[in-house]
């Protein structure tokens, strides 16, 4: 069996194909949901989407337009582009270009990593269109800063899905207190210590040369940087 933290891929839901695999996140098809009905409550009914070329862009895409399609709410799709795998600078500049030959429609849903992001936003600037597009962005966006970075001016506005989070009590209090001493049942905590302080232990295979010898001294809380995806998988095992 496996739990995923992350997979969001709508096609993991089929149970026939895999009736050994759980998650602990919703599929893409409702954060696309979630974006029908933030554009029907803009008000707005004439858009554009852009994906990443593969599974999460296109597919998430897809799933958007269909729902898009259900709903009362009149949403109109004036173009739908995809950012290839090999892309250049040109490809998000073509993008844009093609964007605004719809000029009116301003709204555009963006299934896409956060790398063609930073892309789509970076063309949006080198076009003078900074302001013009409001952009709707999947989890990929989410609260990231990474995809913004330097370009805060261009998002202004944006909305981002981010799926639904709460804190653990007693979890980061827990987790700190691991020490190679009283954490030996997990295997590969040994490995997670030599990365996260980068030191090797006396028996450790790791290759990279260090000169810095791990000691048995716990975890400082404000050493610890999250991703609350992988620790609500952490939680769901253990209960």
Known sequence: PQISYASTAPELSDDR???????????????????????????WTYISTVASEGSYGEKGVNAFQQLSRESAGGICIAQSLKIPHNHKQENFDKIIRLLLDTRYARAVVLFASDEDIRGILNASKRADQVGHFLWVGSDSWGAKNSPIHQLEEAAMGAVTILPKRATIAGFDAYFTSRTLENNRRNVWFAEYWEENF?????????????????????MHP???IENNEIRFAVYRRTI
Do not use: H, W
């Not at 098809?29 to 409550?41: H, N, P, T, Y």
């Open 17 to 43: 194909r895999y009736d050994f695999f759980s998650r602990v996140v919703p599929p893409d098809s409702f954060q696309a949901q979630a974006m029908v009905d933030i554009v029907k409550a803009m008000g």
């Open 222 to 224: 404000r050493a610890l």
């Open 198 to 218: 980068n030191c090797k232990l006396m028996s450790s295979s790791k290759k990279e040369d260090t000169s810095r010898k791990c000691t048995a001294e716990g």
